[in-house]
Every structure is written in C-alpha cells, then in structure tokens.
C-alpha cells in the first residue's frame, strides 16, 4: 500500500509511523548479533495471541525488565525475578512467558558456548533458493504462516529444552531477523534488504 509519504510498502504497518519505521529500518535486515536475536525470538514468544505493534510499543519497558536481553544475565533469573516482573504493568505480565525467557537464556547460554554464537547456530539454518517461493506477493505471504524450515528449527530448539519457540513464532523470528527476505514484490524496501543480504557476511561462515 501507498504511505502517507509516497512510499509503497508491506500492507502491514500500514500509516502507524512507529509501525513504519519498523518496517522501513529493522524488519527483513540480516541480523548477526546475539543479543538482538534473542530478544526478538523472545518478543515474538510474548506477541503470541496479540499484535506486534503492542509489543513494539512496550519493547522498551521489556528491555529494561530483562536486563536489555542480555541471555547471560537472564539465565541468573530467580523465582523472586518472576514475581516482580509479574508486578511489572509495563510489559506483558503472562507467567509463562516469563518463566520462558529465563528459561531460554539458560538455553541460549548453553547453544552459544556449543555454536560460538547463536547467530552462527541459526544462520546455518538460511533457506537455500530453491526453498522460497519464486514470487512473493500478498497471497503466497499470507499463505505462509510457517515453513519447513521454520518447523525443523522449532523442533531443534524444543530438543534443548527452548519454550514458545513453534514454527509459527520461529518463522515470524526469520522474516524479522533477516534469514528470508518477505517484503512483497513491489515493496520499497525488498531490494534494499535484498543488497543488504548480499552483503551480508554470514556468522560462522569463513
């Protein structure tokens, strides 16, 4: 759709500005850091049942609560640390989800010593081209909630004992983090995040 600026994105942000700068400057950019990577594979946990933009619009109180998503930090986490999170108005206060971060920091810290990162450890997981649609438009994106990949990592991340990591939730965590480019054809912001990963010097790979 056409932006209020002239710009034609993604359906999905649609006028929200904070939704747009989303969109234009982090969604679909190849990610390479540990930190931002598992911040965003645990936003996505606590966005499931809800809209990102409600917790785009709390990533802020999120970070302070969890100590910025630093996982070596987290993985320290008590009992204590989930009560008073749970106390915590400014991020959503569901147990579960809580309980899940601090336990995928343990999880994350443990993946990172093994791999050397755990960006080396999911970028191996990279759809090859053969694996992504030949042209992405609306239809063929709406039509993709999860993927084969997206469930292989899943199923390898629940082996380690990760929570709220399902295909769903993983495959929303590879469009963000750059592992696939899903801006539609057309979008102003497919090519650009196109040469980026072209760019984009894999971690892990010599």
């Known amino acids: 759709m056409e932006g209020t600026d002239g710009a034609v994105r993604c359906t999905w942000p649609g006028n929200d500005d904070l939704y747009q700068h989303y969109h234009d400057h982090e969604w679909g950019h190849p990610v390479a850091d540990d930190r931002r990577l598992f911040e965003k594979i645990c936003l996505e946990g606590f966005q499931s049942g809800l809209s990102w933009l409600t917790i785009l619009r709390k990533r802020e109180n999120f970070r302070e609560a969890f100590e910025n998503f630093h996982f070596e930090r987290l993985a320290l986490f008590a009992d204590r640390d989930v009560e008073r999170l749970l106390t915590n108005s400014g991020i959503v206060r569901h147990r579960g989800k809580i309980v899940s971060v601090i336990n995928n920091a343990k999880r994350a810290r443990d993946l990172a010593d093994e791999e050397g990162s755990l960006a080396a450890w999911f970028w191996k ?43 769903t939730t993983v495959y929303a965590f590879m469009q963000a983090m750059g592992l696939v480019n899903d801006h539609i054809e057309g979008c102003v912001c497919r090519p650009l995040v196109e040469l ?11």
């Open 125 to 167: 997981f990279e759809p090859q081209a053969h694996e992504r649609p030949k042209v992405l438009d609306l239809a063929t994106l709406r039509a993709m909630p999860k993927t084969e990949v997206s469930t292989r990592i899943s199923k390898e991340l629940k082996k380690r004992g990760w929570t709220f990591v399902g295909p």
């Open 196 to 206: 980026e990963r072209q760019q984009f010097k894999r971690p892990g790979r010599s």
